[in-house]
């Protein structure tokens, strides 16, 4: 468990992770990738969403209760395809399942984590997220998600 700062006067909190929500996993094309998990692995794709402010397409697929988020750029300039152009396809990203986004995304910088985005936004399937860059978190880019209240 991470202990963050609440305040400057010294009170602090506990990050409430309560699950690994997601892992995003970046491909060139979603109709080829999915009969690989629906065929080879026997997961079944229960959704597919595009998120346009973030240019990709995506589609989700159930492993007890964390989930496989493939992600198709719809822009080669859009955070995946520039992804997929330097590292390849495979694992883009971790998602944690968090209580308090808006209260700890500030806290997290407060401790010196980086910060992609400073205030919760919109993602797929209507979470609030918030990413941490990978330069804070040893290469590993974090999304941090929260159901809305």
Same mark, same amino acid.
């Given at each position: 468990m991470i202990l963050l700062a609440k305040n400057r006067k010294h009170k602090f909190y506990q990050m409430k992770i309560s699950h690994i929500e997601h892992i995003g996993i970046a491909v060139a094309n979603l109709d080829e990738a999915i009969p690989f998990y629906e065929n080879v692995l026997g997961l079944k794709c229960y959704a597919v969403e595009e998120v346009e402010?973030? @240019? &990709? @397409? +995506?589609?989700?697929? @159930?492993?007890?209760? +964390?989930?496989?988020?493939?992600?198709?750029? +719809?822009? $080669?300039?859009? $955070? &995946?395809? @520039?992804?997929?152009e330097k590292k390849g396809q495979g694992v883009h990203h971790i998602a944690f399942a968090v209580d308090g986004l808006a209260e700890t995304l500030p806290g997290l910088e407060e401790k010196g984590i980086r910060l992609i985005d400073k205030t919760p936004r919109k993602g797929a399937e209507g979470l609030n997220i918030g990413f941490l860059h990978p330069k804070s978190t040893f290469g590993v880019l974090t999304e941090l998600c929260e159901e809305p209240k």
């Open positions: 402010d973030q @240019k &990709v @397409k +995506t589609a989700f697929f @159930k492993v007890g209760q +964390t989930k496989i988020e493939l992600l198709q750029s +719809t822009d $080669p300039e859009g $955070p &995946v395809g @520039k992804f997929i």
